[in-house]
């Protein structure tokens, strides 16, 4: 206890942590503020934490070390030193050339890995990384960290299955702080009061689709449908018939904003049948979505676009189309609102943050592109289209990952929910589309309070 004790108050000269009044990420404002990356500068220290975080886990079965990216990388690089278990590096992001791999390291298939943490509020980073180590095939059972800020990051592990050890709450922390003369009275009874009664982070709060400032015009359209028919729906006629089709056009109609097409799965496609589903789609007040995933340069997208047996851009009123070709492939798409795909809910998808990154960034600066298709928030330029989602199933055995209305409505602020097998494999499409409806409409109003 007291070689523990003699390490904070040494840790502590270094300004590990820091009394007064700070904004945390969350955008609580908080009475200390915790930041261990000092300690990589002082060596004799660094070694001392980590033979007391190699102690933590002295029981833990473990064949590699982690640390959580970026704090606690050094730590865990001289536990790997002081062990000799071999080290393995977690980026945040895919820098997009080299490897290219997000875990780096040698390893294999099955191995267990024990992951260090600096500081666990929330516990968010731990479980992202988590996430990141358990898709390269290796196993997570336990987690050493330094401080724990005792605001529900150890409870929410522990929930999922995971062993977590710390070295010191923040409670002892400040009473060891206090005792020794670090910290007056009045800033130990501030801080205690700030643990016992922690503030609710300020929600985000999402913008409604008429306050939106989208400048295309057919994105415009969109959401003037979607405030008359009170909908966020957009149903996915991934049907192989022109009769399949049109016969779900006429029973959905009513409760879309768009309705979104494979074209080219359409065993019985042509312009007949394109003119007879513009027809449906005036007299219901819907348009018509082609998800053609365009991926190609500038030159075959446009021939793909406008020529062919489809002829795509005579009658679509939105398309989609991947951005990995840069923004000057998206100009051939003109008189059509293009969706960008940023994201996809396939399990194991290879568009990670660094790819959705560069994705984001261009669709934001492009003209004629009007949302994008992701899992997450985006700005409020664009409209936010996801797909998968279903009210019924968790998912399927190809890797497709559902979403509920209420999950996308509240936790990525979508505008527009895509449902497909949901809507059209139902036995009354009909009234399955009224149902989701109304769910989905009630989730985005529940999700303005």
């Not at 820098?95 to 500081?119: A, F, H, P, S």
């Not at 209420?406 to 589309?433: C, L």
Request: net charge negative.
């Amino acid at each position: 206890m007291q070689q523990r004790e003699d390490f904070l108050l040494k840790a502590y000269e270094l300004g590990i942590i820091k009394f007064g009044n700070f904004t945390l990420k969350s955008g609580i404002e908080s009475p200390f503020y915790v930041d261990l990356r000092p300690l990589s500068s002082s060596p004799q220290l660094l070694k001392t934490l980590a033979n007391n975080l190699l102690e933590l886990a002295d029981d833990a079965p473990y064949d590699l070390i982690c640390g959580v990216p970026y704090a606690a990388l050094p730590m865990g690089t001289t536990m790997s030193l002081a062990s000799g278990t071999p080290l393995i590096i977690k980026r945040k992001e895919n820098k997009g050339y080299g490897t290219k791999r997000m875990v780096e390291g040698v390893y294999e298939d099955g191995q267990n890995c024990l992951l260090v943490e600096d500081v666990i509020t929330s516990g968010q980073s731990l479980l992202e990384t988590i996430d990141e180590i358990e898709r390269e095939g290796l196993n997570v059972t336990d987690c050493v960290v330094v401080l724990d800020r005792e605001q529900g990051g150890i409870e929410k592990l522990k929930k999922k299955g995971y062993t977590v050890k710390t070295l010191f709450t923040i409670n002892e922390v400040i009473e060891i702080l206090h005792r020794y003369h670090r910290l007056s009275d009045g800033e130990l009874s501030r801080v205690k009061n700030f643990l016992n009664n922690p503030p609710a982070p300020p929600e985000v709060k999402r913008v409604p689709l008429e306050q939106k400032q989208i400048q295309h015009p057919v994105g415009k359209r969109l959401v003037d449908i979607a405030l008359k028919k009170k909908s966020n729906l957009i149903a996915s006629a991934d049907v192989i018939t022109t009769a399949e089709l049109l016969k779900l056009a006429e029973e959905v109609g009513d409760h879309v904003v768009a309705l979104k097409l494979h074209t080219d799965i359409i065993k019985d496609f042509s312009m007949d049948f394109i003119e007879n589903l513009k027809k449906i789609a005036k007299e219901k007040d819907f348009l018509l979505f082609e998800d053609r995933k365009f991926a190609d340069i500038g030159n075959t997208q446009e021939l793909q676009y406008k020529e062919g047996i489809y002829k795509i851009g005579s009658w679509a009123d939105m398309i989609t189309s991947h951005v990995i070709a840069g923004e000057e492939s998206l100009k051939v798409f003109d008189n059509v609102g293009v969706v960008a795909i940023v994201e996809m809910s396939s399990k194991g998808t290879l568009t990670d943050d660094y790819y959705i990154g560069k994705a984001l960034n261009v669709a934001e600066s492009a003209p004629n592109v009007m949302g994008v298709v992701a899992q997450r928030k985006v700005s409020d330029d664009l409209l936010l289209f996801t797909p998968g989602v279903n009210i019924s199933t968790s998912g399927d055995n190809k890797g497709q990952q559902y979403n509920t209305p209420e999950r996308v409505m509240r936790g990525y602020h979508t505008d527009f929910m895509i449902v497909g097998r949901g809507i059209y494999q139902s036995a009354n499409p009909k009234e399955v589309a009224q149902e989701y409806q109304s769910l989905g409409w009630a989730a985005y109003e529940a999700s303005l309070s």
